[in-house]
């Protein structure tokens, strides 16, 4: 246990003298807390903030845009309390430590609670450490430092600009788009280039071509038979030209050309960085980089990994001396080999250690099933980092043909010694048919071989790769957009604005030609393949594309590649000390601003109208545009004397992709699918999705219910489970007042008075509330939004 301890004396507000001995140490989170408790002694209390305690006002943007864009801060409601707490504690306390995270986040934080709190520089500290333990906590302890105001300034920039680009963006969309949308300088990016690789992939015409795979067999000199597979290194055009290669092999003489041997090496990929865990969790785990982040603070402020937001690849010196004696001791000498990597990203900065255990004896960890999981992946690719490479022998042999001059080529590959593969491989993005080759058999130069069946597959070139939230972030670091601390909050905040949807989709059906040599015979076939299936891939909505080909259309300038990762270069160098944080603002915010009031004045309205055709009832146009309550079918136009009729799209469905005759068929709804306790069940789709109504409410359907064939038993199935789930969502209602509930909700149990919902103050169990307390709770509710109003 450490043990450090301060006295002071001070006067109190009524003159007497007091001894002050408490040291206040502050973080931002309770779980890390808890966690520091652990390794600090007597004369220490650690507190939590809680996060950010103060941010940016809503209103005027919560900038001075006259002063200099100072920034307007105040303290949310949901903080007032947590602040008071803090401000009672620190005036407590002899010392206070500020001991929030490492990056320009945390360092911001401390300013916030320094300026808040309004500590005494004689008596504030700050210190840093990038993981909980006790010798890292003991170090920082004696080694603090001020708050770095340049840091401090960096998170300011980004924080004020983002704000002046959102709000000033997603007004914009309202108007000339669709009203509730929201823009951003990140988000924006993140979504063109999702748009960007879905266009290139509808205009990829494929092409086909031919693959010629052979089957031979070989006897060694006991006449022991061997089976080699071998394949030609070119491509054939087209089913005409396989068609010759396989007939001018039909009745050939086949021997071994030459055999060579090349010893190579594979060496280990160097321990995580956020970008590279969220990759291979992603892989590996099939987590989501949210996910990712999520349990990785966990372990971190459990004291079981180090800080989780770092760009480098770096390991301590003692971190390199652990892992040593880690691997001699589970696997031997021979495989350790220590290694320091260097950091190759673009726009690197952060100062950290890359991510590893803190003790890298512990193989695992107790915890929950995630976070074990995700503990043995850090733990492997630290470990494997520092082990020896791979020995490999690859085999290759070329294979004569007697009545061409091409050769068919069979590769092998074996691992002589397996270093760093006996604990981990990296995985890869890429999608590939080929298989891992094996240990070729035995043979020699002039060996003849026999012919068992030869194959030419019709094969197709592929489209460009669908980003997962995977390679999304390994794109925004090659680009040097965003960095460690913003790619998860990015690609969160595009799925739930309804930008991006993440979702598998099953594929479709294709014929293939396949032509065998098998004997003296050469056979054709058509086959049928799946092909295009996607699995947890980012795909853009169709309001996502439309707010994506305007922005682009209009402010080309802030969507650019380059400008997003010039202005992450330039929040490095306030960060540094390099550049007035206030001027970077300054020469962006007036033309920018123009630029916005410019396009407000001169831009269309973007429909994203598709005209599919006539009605062949009525007549009249059928198009597809952005409505606004999302995509719609309409038929007719404005301009004409009868009304336009309007059906919104499901959400499988897309303005690029729909028929005509899908189109006509969201007008079949809604349908009555028949009765149930005397009442009419309507099918229909309203904006919240496909739904049945029943007693003039409405029930959801699941997605797999298509609305077009549901019938009456399903439907009934549908209204009875959710009556089910409703009434277990009741935890208390009042005869004083039928409007008055406790409800379970999604975030827990809350207070519903006609409309309006309360939260529960914590420390009150809902199932303890009686009227009178709902109304209480009500009522302070309300005072409090009064005055903040």
Same mark, same amino acid.
């Given at each position: 246990?450490?043990?450090f301890?301060?006295t002071?004396?001070?006067f109190?507000?009524?003159g ?22 652990n ?10 903030s ?25 303290v949310?409601d ?25 990056d ?11 300026e ?29 430092r ?20 959102g ?24 979504v ?20 010629i795979?052979?089957k ?9 038979s ?18 010759a ?9 086949f ?5 060579t ?43 079981? %990994? ?26 031997g ?6 290694r ?24 695992s960890i107790d ?7 995700l ?6 690719r ?12 690859k085999?290759?042999?070329?294979i004569g043909?007697?009545t ?13 010694f ?18 891992p ?5 035995p ?5 003849p ?13 592929k489209?460009?790769i ?13 680009l ?11 690609i ?18 294709r ?15 058509t ?30 300038? %802030?969507?650019?590649y ?22 970077? %603002?300054g020469k ?7 630029q916005?009031a ?10 994203g109208e598709r005209?599919?055709g ?11 545009? %952005? ?41 079949k ?9 005397g009442?009419e069940?309507?099918i ?10 029943h ?8 997605k ?34 039928s ?51």
């Open positions: 246990m450490l043990s301890y301060f002071l004396w001070c109190n507000k009524n007497g003298l007091v001894e002050m001995k408490e040291n206040l140490v502050i973080v931002e989170s309770p779980a890390k807390a808890k966690t520091i408790s390794f600090l002694g007597k004369g220490f209390t650690v507190k939590s809680f996060g950010h305690i103060r941010d940016l006002a809503k209103d005027n943007y919560g900038i001075d845009l006259n002063n200099n864009y100072t920034p307007e801060y105040i949310p949901d903080k007032k309390k947590v602040v008071a707490d803090l401000k009672k504690s620190a005036e407590a306390a002899s010392v206070i430590w500020l001991a929030s995270d490492e320009r986040e945390g360092e911001a934080i401390a300013w916030h609670l320094s808040v709190l309004n500590l005494a520089p004689e008596k504030t500290r700050r210190i840093v450490f990038h993981e909980i333990t006790k010798t890292a906590i003991a170090e920082a302890i004696e080694n603090p001020e708050i770095n105001q340049d840091v401090v300034n960096a998170q300011q920039a980004r924080r004020v600009l983002d704000r002046l680009v709000f000033e963006l997603s007004p914009l969309l309202w108007k000339k788009v669709k009203p509730a949308l929201s823009a951003g300088r990140v988000q924006s990016v993140a063109r280039l999702i748009v960007e690789r879905e266009n290139e992939i509808e205009k990829f015409a494929s092409t086909t071509f031919y693959r795979a052979a031979f067999e070989l006897s060694d000199e006991s006449g022991k061997y089976s080699l597979s071998a394949e030609l290194p070119s491509r054939l055009k087209d089913k005409e030209k396989a068609m290669f396989l007939t001018a092999c039909n009745g050939a003489d021997k071994v050309l030459d055999v041997k090349k010893p190579s090496k594979k060496s280990p990929a160097p321990p995580f960085t956020t970008s590279t865990l969220q990759q291979e969790a992603s892989r590996k785990l099939s987590f989501s980089v949210a996910q990712t982040m999520s349990v990785a603070q966990r372990l971190y402020e459990s004291g079981k %990994i180090t800080y989780m937001r770092t760009d480098s690849v770096n390991l301590a010196k003692s971190a390199l001396a652990a892992a040593k004696e880690a691997i001699s001791g589970e696997f000498e021979e495989y350790s080999k220590p320091n990597f260097s950091t190759k990203s673009k726009g690197a900065q952060e100062a950290h250690e890359a991510i590893r255990p803190t003790y890298m004896q512990n193989r915890g929950n099933r995630q976070e074990q999981r503990y043995d992946l850090i733990w492997k630290t470990i494997a980092s520092q082990m020896s490479e791979a020995q490999l022998e085999t290759t042999a070329r043909i007697s061409l001059d091409e050769h068919f080529t069979a590769s092998g590959e074996v691992i002589r397996d270093g760093f593969l006996k604990v981990y491989m990296e995985s890869s993005d890429e999608e590939t048919d080929e298989r080759a094996g240990l070729l058999p043979m020699k130069q002039n060996d071989l026999n012919l068992v069946q030869m194959d030419a597959t019709e094969r197709f070139s489209a460009p669908r980003y997962a939230e995977a390679s999304l972030v390994k794109k925004l670091e090659e040097g957009i965003g960095r460690p601390s913003t790619f998860a909050p990015t969160s905040t595009i799925q739930n604005r309804g930008y991006v949807i993440k979702e598998n989709r099953p594929g479709s059906e014929s293939f030609c396949l032509c065998s040599l098998i004997g003296n015979e050469i056979k054709q076939e086959r049928k393949e799946n092909f295009g299936q996607e699995k947890a891939k980012l795909f853009p909505t169709d309001i996502g594309t439309l707010v994506n080909d305007f922005l682009v259309q209009y402010f080309s300038n %802030i969507l650019d380059n400008f997003t990762a010039n202005i992450e270069k330039e929040f490095d160098k306030i960060a540094e000390g390099n550049m007035d944080w206030t001027s970077m %603002i962006f915010w007036p033309d920018f601003h123009k916005v410019e396009t407000t004045e001169t831009s269309q309205r973007p429909k005209i599919l006539t009605d062949p009832v009525s007549g009249r146009q059928i198009s597809v545009k %952005i409505g606004r309550f999302g995509p719609m079918v309409q038929i007719g136009e404005a301009s004409e004397e009868e009304k336009p009729k309007f059906a919104s799209l499901l959400k499988q469905q897309s303005i690029k992709t729909i028929s005509l005759e899908e189109a006509l068929s969201l007008f709804l809604p349908r009555i699918v028949g009765e149930f306790e009442e069940m309507h229909g789709i309203g904006k919240f999705g496909p739904y049945v109504r007693a003039s409410k409405f029930y959801s359907l699941a797999s219910d298509d609305p077009f064939t549901i019938e009456s038993e399903r439907s009934i199935e549908v209204i009875n489970a959710k009556r089910e789930q409703d009434k277990n969502k009741v935890v208390s209602s009042f005869k004083e007042n409007a008055l509930q406790i409800l379970n909700g999604r975030w827990g149990p809350y207070i519903k008075l006609e409309k309006e919902n309360f939260r529960i103050p914590k420390g009150r169990k809902a199932e303890e509330l009686g009227y009178e307390d709902c109304l209480e709770i009500i009522e302070e509710a309300r005072k409090t939004k009064k005055n903040k109003k």
